[in-house]
């Protein structure tokens, strides 16, 4: 089993910044891709952004050139600066990591908590 635990969110004003903090720990296991996911009040989940192990990053088109994901590796931990927010940023959001269980091999997407962030006009 992997855990998953999220951190860093709150209430920031428009245009302001916010930095969120994913931890994956657990049994041993190899991340393929870690990956921050929101869902606002009556919308579907979206992605905001993901990075896999060797580096590839994908952005969802509204947040391009302001959420900027970044990894340390070593400490299994992913990152997502989000700068410039706007009122539209409001949503929970969720880290996902897609990983394999050295003890099973199996691979699975886990996922955290979520933690509010809430951006104010």
């Avoid at 041993?28 to 009040?41: M, N």
């Avoid at 299994?76 to 539209?88: A, G, I, P, Y």
Wanted: proline share 1%; glycine share 12%; aromatic share 10%.
């Amino acid at each position: 089993q992997v855990r998953v635990v999220e951190s860093g969110g709150g209430l920031v004003q428009a245009g302001g910044s916010l930095r969120l903090s994913c931890v994956a720990s657990g049994s041993t296991f190899s991340i393929h891709v870690s990956g921050w996911y929101r869902q606002a009040p009556g919308k579907q989940r979206e992605l905001v952004a993901s990075m896999s192990y060797s580096g590839i990053v994908n952005y969802g088109d509204s947040v391009k050139g302001r959420f900027t994901i970044s990894r340390d590796n070593a400490k299994r931990m992913v990152f997502l600066q989000m700068d410039s927010l706007k009122t539209e940023d409001t949503a929970v959001y969720s880290c996902a990591v897609d990983s394999t269980t050295w003890a099973d091999g199996l691979r699975t997407i886990y996922w955290g908590q979520g933690t509010q962030v809430t951006v104010s006009s």
